[in-house]
């Protein structure tokens, strides 16, 4: 196995090759290295510091690994797995992340035996906008103003407590220290909502209509188990349905049980599911 800096004479008839997995790494100029077996990309290795992912405080150094072929013979993944983790060590990245589909069961093994772990287990989950979807009613929905995003980030650490979405819990309680530009750039990429009813807060929502996703509902811990949460979907679907989305996705934890009986009642089907790894430096 080879390996190339995006800088090396070598990888230049690489990068066409892996445009896909480094548009990231070319759009905010960060380093990445190229993984080749017989002159066929492998993977890719970018590190960067925080806040790119939000899993820790801004300026932690952080790595990212993506596979690019997929169905390798096994000992060429643990090879993979072991030389690009010893790169980001060299690098001093002190947490690592690659994002795998169940069907690489291979992959996913070889990167658990060089101490990864499993961060997040999730379906994603897609509908067709067909039907029409009314205004729900005895709820209101109220705009976030760039002004209030801290707190609605606020808000949706305590309406989203208690879901097994460990990595939504990590990146809301490290967004709220982002540099203001940097929070101007979420604000941007979404729109988010506080849901209230006679002038109380009960829950929150965000969706991107360019992507088509529903990214958060929450709502209040006391308000749960009483047709509040359809009722904020039903309004997230009607948005997106309005701005011409042909389909709904969404991302949920396989554990959480609730909001995945409500998805499917809405008509959500899985079309997939992702395991989320990752290295830490336990001593960072």
């Not at 970018?46 to 096994?74: C, E, F, S, Y």
């Not at 997040?120 to 995003?149: I, R």
């Not at 707190?151 to 650490?157: F, G, S, T, V």
């Not at 047709?227 to 309004?235: C, L, V």
Request: proline residues 4%.
């Amino acid at each position: 196995m080879r390996v190339y800096s995006h800088k090396d004479a070598g990888a230049k008839s690489l990068l066409p090759l892996v445009s896909k997995y480094t548009e990231m790494a070319e759009s905010m100029k960060l380093p990445y290295w190229i993984f080749t077996e017989d002159s066929n990309p492998i993977g890719i290795v970018t590190v960067g510091k925080d806040p790119i992912q939000l899993l820790a405080p801004v300026g932690t150094p952080v790595a990212m690994i993506a596979l690019i072929q997929k169905n390798q013979h096994p000992s060429v993944l643990k090879d993979f797995a072991s030389q690009s983790l010893e790169l980001t060590l060299e690098k001093e990245a002190k947490h690592v992340t690659i994002e795998l589909t169940s069907e690489e069961k291979d992959a996913v093994t070889s990167f658990l035996e060089v101490n990864f772990k499993v961060l997040a287990d999730t379906f994603m989950m897609t509908l067709q906008l067909d039907e029409e979807y009314n205004s729900p009613e005895g709820v209101k929905f109220e705009l976030a103003g760039k002004d209030e995003m801290l707190r609605w980030i606020e808000l949706a650490r305590r309406f989203l407590s208690g879901s097994a979405d460990v990595v939504m819990e990590r990146i809301l309680k490290n967004i709220g220290h982002l540099p203001e530009n940097r929070l101007e750039l979420y604000y941007s990429s979404e729109k988010f909502y506080f849901v209230t009813q006679n002038k109380h807060e009960i829950g929150i929502l965000n969706f991107s209509s360019r992507a088509g996703r529903i990214s958060n509902v929450g709502v209040d811990p006391s308000r749960r188990d009483q047709g509040y949460g359809r009722k904020i979907m039903q309004f997230g679907l009607k948005q997106l349905k309005a701005a011409g989305c042909k389909q709904a996705l969404l991302r949920v934890h396989v554990d959480n049980k609730p909001a995945l009986n409500l998805y499917k009642s809405l008509g959500f089907e899985v079309a997939g599911r992702r395991r989320f790894l990752i290295w830490e430096n336990e001593k960072a």
